[in-house]
């Protein structure tokens, strides 16, 4: 999830050119971005193709990965393609699909193929092929398996799922009281309750007892909201030509506690992201509500912390989460030993899915996260439940991670957590907002 330039092994020319050209909004050409390289018939070595836009941390890891799956098959060479997070990717992925360049596989957030799969921009999976694999429904947790889904076929595989959780540092837990003796935190069931434990924490660090930040960034208000949305059993039904269907009380409801949260006491009133991990890193404030992806910032800044899901206040258990999922760019003739190849490349890569665990994320195929060695990771086994509690977007044409949705949100809710609205009129706002997108029709097509 972070963007940074992906470290790891050494990319290509051609690669990095590719990488360039998305940061840089597509300056460079679109055939540097082919992605389809023949097989090695003489060699014995099938080329496979593979875009993502993972970076950073992540990118090492899935770097070692793909060289580990390689080594392990033999007969595979995979061609890694690394661009830009966010609308670059989306954007060329989109164009090489519908420009017949489309690479061999790619990774996609499960919560954007809604918008991709009617318009033809992906391929399903074939599931016996998969069964073949060892790629079953019985694999994946049911909400992960479902989310492939889009008009009866499967078209995306996920790799893990990575919830909106909660880290605490334990001895300013400790220190406040609110510590159980198995070392997890004190139950909180009911808003006040996490507000009292929260403010106990605050009188010992002195600055705050919990660090979120939100300014300028639509996707942290909208992973925090929709968590205390889903916790109210709510749903949100976005259906193109139909207006929004949704709860206004408990949109209401999660607004006004989300601003009870920034008084400047609890949590800042003004604060992005990166002062309020900054601020937990340093002991600083005793919670923090952020992904799973920031599990190695945790461990690199060296304070005694765990993690765990948001607790459940307003009565239903979930979170909010996405999931990083392989798809199969549209190809018009897909060359067929390419096409097993990728089904043999992801479900090999699945099952050495232990090591993306060790980013944060909750690996998706059940035989890694049953196994016993997912339990000697920790925190990472104890918010490993929060793959049963998962919430993705609701599904609708503009939705999901790194999207405008997410700008909207931001839009309409920034003032209201500044005070500059009322819950009721931020949220009047986006709603209006959603209404005019789903009045027009879903523009990604072939």
Known sequence: ???????????????????????????????????????????????????????????????????????????????????????????????????????????????????????GLLDPWDLDLLAEFDITEDTFKPRIWEKGFTDGKLYSVALDSHPFIMFFNTEVADDAGVLASDGKLIETSTPDEFLDMALEMQKVTGQHGLSWGYLNDGAQLWRL????????????????????????????????????????????????????????????????????????????????????????????????????????????????????????FMSTLLKDSIEWAGAGHIPAYLPVIEDPAYDDLIPQAHYANAADLINYDPPAWFTGSGSDFQNYFLDAIQGVMLGGTTPEAGFSSFIARINTLLSKPNPVTV
């Not at 989306?90 to 061999?104: E, S, V």
């Not at 269907?245 to 209401?252: G, P, S, V």
């Not at 999922?325 to 096409?339: G, M, Y």
Request: glycine letters at 12%; charged letters at 20%.
């Open 225 to 344: 909201f929709y968590t205390f949305y889903k916790q109210h059993g709510a749903d949100m039904v976005l259906e193109t030509g139909k207006p929004a269907q949704f709860d206004e009380d408990a949109a209401i409801e999660s607004l006004e506690y989300m601003t009870k949260l920034v008084d400047g006491t609890v949590a800042a009133k003004n604060s992005d992201i990166n002062n309020g991990i900054a601020e937990f890193a340093g002991g600083k404030s005793g919670l923090l509500f952020s992904g799973v992806w920031e599990l190695r910032t945790m461990q690199d800044a060296g304070i005694p912390f765990d993690a765990t899901t948001i607790p459940t206040l307003f009565g239903t258990p979930a979170v909010y989460a996405d999931s990083h999922a392989f798809v199969l760019p549209h190809q018009s003739n897909p060359d067929e030993t390419k096409r097993r190849a990728a089904y043999e």
């Open 1 to 119: 999830m972070t963007r940074s330039r992906p470290g790891g092994p050494a990319l290509s020319r051609r690669r990095m050119l590719a990488g360039t050209a998305a940061l840089l909004g597509g300056a460079f050409a679109a055939p540097a971005l082919t992605g389809c390289t023949a097989a090695g018939a003489a060699s014995g070595i099938t080329n496979l193709s593979y875009w993502h836009l993972l970076s950073g941390g992540d990118g090492i890891t899935m770097a070692t990965l793909v060289a580990e799956v390689e080594k392990e098959l033999g007969d595979l060479a995979v061609d890694q393609t690394v661009l830009a997070w966010g609308a670059p990717y989306y954007t060329k992925l989109a164009m090489a699909a519908a420009g017949g360049r489309a690479p061999d596989i790619a990774i996609m957030h499960a919560s954007r193929v809604t918008g991709w799969a009617p318009g």
